[in-house]
């Protein structure tokens, strides 16, 4: 009689079910304790590589959304500027208007006001600089933005120079310049009030220029919200894609872990019966 101990098929298959009820169960409770039903790309390599594809796509929108908001930043500095420019022209016509009636000294002293606040003006536009990019002091100052990877979704967006020399020569005759315009010449002007007035205007004309430059800036600004506004929803629904393919929904998990627990206590039981079975067999060769 030969020594070796062959299990009956009945045993085999329970044993079999046994070992796959085993295995699917570590399955599920890996997936609860990750969250994750595909891992790697073992577990699902068509799903794996392609919720990577899509996060990688997030990852890459979400640096370049980081960008635009700099950028917003680098636009708001100067359409700020801009304003604060606006109100230095508006002062310095006031000083325009006061010296038509003032006297010669009176005038000096307006003439000096004026020469400072012109000063400040430029302080103002040089100081006006986010992260070393100031799109107020010069007309080649370029803010340039990308917002994917293809070669054609950019956007620029060039600078301006406000400094008051520059907006006041783009419209100045040179004449009302030399008397008006320039501060130590207050105090000799003539009493016409007519230089005073043109050069009021020349400070008029460079308002409407200032103002016209930082709707040009402010209308970026909100463009760029607007974009800023769909990456971060574009983003949020990439990543939701690739939670799709590979994130474990814990209640279907939960449901087939005590699905598999229940089977797994039938399996043993249907085990020990096929056991019992085949060594009731055995005792009748006693």
């Known amino acids: 009689m030969s020594s070796n101990i062959v299990l009956g098929n009945a045993t085999r298959q329970n044993l079999l079910a046994l070992q796959n009820i085993n295995s699917n169960i570590s399955t599920v409770q890996e997936h609860l304790a990750t969250g994750l039903k595909v891992a790697s790309a073992v577990d699902n390599a068509v799903l794996f590589f392609q919720a990577q594809s899509l996060n990688d796509r997030a990852n890459d929108l979400s640096?370049?959304?980081s960008n635009i908001d700099q950028g917003i930043s680098s636009l708001t500095t100067a359409t700020q500027a801009s304003?604060?420019?606006?109100?230095i022209l508006q002062q310095m016509q006031g000083l325009l208007n006061s010296a038509k009636t003032e006297t010669a000294s009176q005038r000096a002293s307006t003439a000096t006001q004026f020469s400072t606040l012109a000063t400040q003006l430029n302080n103002l536009v040089n100081d006006?600089?986010?992260?070393?990019?100031?799109l107020v002091n010069s007309t080649a100052s370029v803010l340039s933005l990308q917002f994917s990877q293809s070669s054609t979704?950019?956007?620029k967006i060039n600078g301006f120079n406000q400094q008051v020399s520059t907006l006041v020569t783009v419209h100045a005759k040179a004449s009302v310049l030399a008397t008006a315009l320039t501060g130590s010449k207050f105090s000799v002007v003539s009493n016409k009030t007519s230089l005073f007035d043109a050069a009021f205007n020349l400070l008029q004309n460079a308002i409407y220029t200032a103002q016209a430059q930082a709707q040009s800036l402010g209308g970026n600004v909100t463009f760029l919200q607007t974009r800023l506004d769909f990456t971060s929803q574009y983003i949020?629904?990439?990543?939701?894609g690739a939670d799709k393919m590979t994130v474990a929904d814990v209640n279907v998990?939960?449901?087939?872990?005590?699905t598999l627990q229940t089977s797994q206590q039938l399996a043993i039981q249907s085990l020990s019966i096929a056991t019992q079975s085949e060594q009731n067999v055995l005792r009748l060769f006693h």
């Open 128 to 134: 006006a600089s986010y992260q070393g990019l100031n």
């Open 253 to 258: 998990e939960s449901t087939n872990l005590v």
């Open 63 to 65: 640096q370049r959304k």
């Open 153 to 155: 979704s950019t956007l």
């Open 83 to 87: 304003q604060s420019i606006v109100s």
């Open 236 to 240: 949020t629904t990439l990543q939701g």
